[in-house]
């Protein structure tokens, strides 16, 4: 058996071999079950990949740490959740009974790839000093709080985070200016 | 600062009941604080972004350089050939009991594919504890379990699992019974798996003819374990 909390562990860590290791013991198993919708492979194969990012994106948040089942079958219930999400984009009908309540939070922003605003920000993100973008991701995307973060990063205290971070907003905004 | 302090407090979602109160009427009253709060989410949502796209581009990876494991797998069945030729009398030995290898080779777990529920403790019921119980691996209990949902529902999926917990448990008689039971139409989602499942049972309890009948049928027609049951065909015969 492979150790559960360990595997988040790593996949936390955003460990290459790992997420690999699920992304293929997991695709066979997902294909097979997802082949009784009406998409066809690619766009199931770009599911699957978004259900494994979401997975990583939880298992970073300490979403699953008290994860009852395996990461399986939390992978494939993501996975059915999305494909039920494009089916209704495509106003496809969903099989009425398989319309079960799955405890997921996802911020889907796929919308928002085409806001002018946020593709700025992208991009300048990627100008941004490394401690600053680590500060960041950690706060906003990992959903770290600002005393784990200080622990995290060896901060002194909460204060000198702190004001590092709304500098490293400000860096930000500068640079949007621009 | 005071303002600060409540902005991080909201995206560390730690906000009191009262700061709650305060946070949102700030946000209807002080223009700078809303677009404050409003830049800040917009970061939030271009990080998320960028590291979706990262691990994107990630995974994407993984299957362009899939292409290699064919070139070993050309190799080793051009081996394979050589090795019939010149296995000659050894490899006569070795299908005697490809049976048992075969179905160790082709034998995987079913996974749950019908209630992916992540279990919190108010949302308990029959078919969840069954699920769990199949997931963790107490088979004895899992078939309990199923046969009483199935007893009360007729639905497919129990009778399904229900033969998916004895086959693990080595029961492949039983099994086969179970699958009997299934009224196998051309649509049901179920069909393929559990002609497929039956096969393998049949091929443990040695029974090869009938394993080898089940798979041609699956061989015949498009279905998820087509090319798998082809393969396997190809193996016995």
Redesign the interface.
């Known amino acids: 058996m492979i150790n559960v909390p360990n595997l988040i562990e790593q996949l936390k860590s955003g460990d290459e071999k790992t997420i690999r290791k699920i992304y293929e013991d997991n695709k066979n198993g997902f294909l097979l079950f997802a082949n009784r919708y009406t998409l066809d492979k690619e766009e199931l194969i770009d599911i699957y990949q978004d259900a494994v990012i979401a997975l990583i994106e939880n298992a970073k948040k300490g979403k699953i740490d008290e994860l009852k089942s395996s990461l399986t079958t939390y992978l494939f219930g993501i996975g059915k959740f999305m494909i039920f999400q494009r089916l209704k984009k495509k106003n496809k009908t969903i099989p009425s009974d398989e319309l079960e309540h799955f405890e997921f939070e996802y911020d889907d922003y796929s919308e928002d790839e085409i806001n002018i605003q946020l593709i700025s920000l992208r991009e300048n993100l990627k100008k941004l000093g490394e401690q600053c973008l680590k500060v960041l991701t950690l706060f906003y995307y990992e959903e770290k709080k600002l005393d784990e973060i200080q622990m995290l990063l060896g901060y002194a205290n909460k204060d000198v985070l702190k004001s590092q971070k709304s500098r490293c907003l400000k860096q930000l905004k500068d640079l949007t200016k621009k | 600062m005071e303002n600060?302090e409540l902005v991080?407090k909201y995206?560390?979602?730690?906000l009191s009941e009262e700061e709650k109160v305060v946070f949102e009427s700030l946000l209807q009253n002080d223009s700078e604080f809303a677009k404050e709060v409003a830049?800040?989410k917009?970061?939030?949502?271009?990080?998320?972004?960028?590291?979706?796209e990262t691990?994107?581009q990630?995974?994407?990876s993984?299957?362009s350089n899939k292409k290699q494991p064919k070139k070993t797998y050309q190799f080793w069945s051009i081996a394979a050939v050589f090795l019939l030729f010149f296995g000659g009398l050894a490899w006569f030995q070795f299908m005697q009991d490809s049976p048992e290898k075969l179905y160790q080779e082709y034998y995987q777990s079913y996974?749950?594919?019908v209630?992916?529920?992540?279990?919190?403790d108010n949302?308990r019921n029959l078919k969840s504890d069954a699920?769990?119980e199949y997931?963790s691996?107490n088979y004895q209990k899992s078939l309990e379990l199923f046969s009483k949902i199935y007893v009360d529902e007729e639905v497919d999926y129990a009778l399904f699992y229900q033969a998916m917990s004895l086959m693990e448990l080595n029961r492949y008689d039983e099994a086969i019974t179970t699958f009997d039971q299934f009224k196998t139409s051309e649509n049901n989602?179920f069909t393929p798996f559990v002609k497929w499942y039956k096969a393998l049972s049949y091929l443990k309890i040695n029974e090869k003819e009938k394993a080898i009948q089940l798979l041609k049928e699956l061989s015949e027609k498009e279905n998820?374990q087509q090319q798998m049951a082809k393969k396997l065909v190809a193996e016995l015969e």
Not at chain 2, 115 to 120: K, L, N, Y
């Open positions: 600060e991080n995206f560390e979602q730690q830049y800040q917009n970061v939030k949502k271009a990080i998320t972004l960028n590291e979706r691990l994107k990630t995974l994407q993984f299957e996974p749950n594919v209630a992916p529920t992540v279990r919190g949302d699920f769990y997931d691996g989602a998820p």
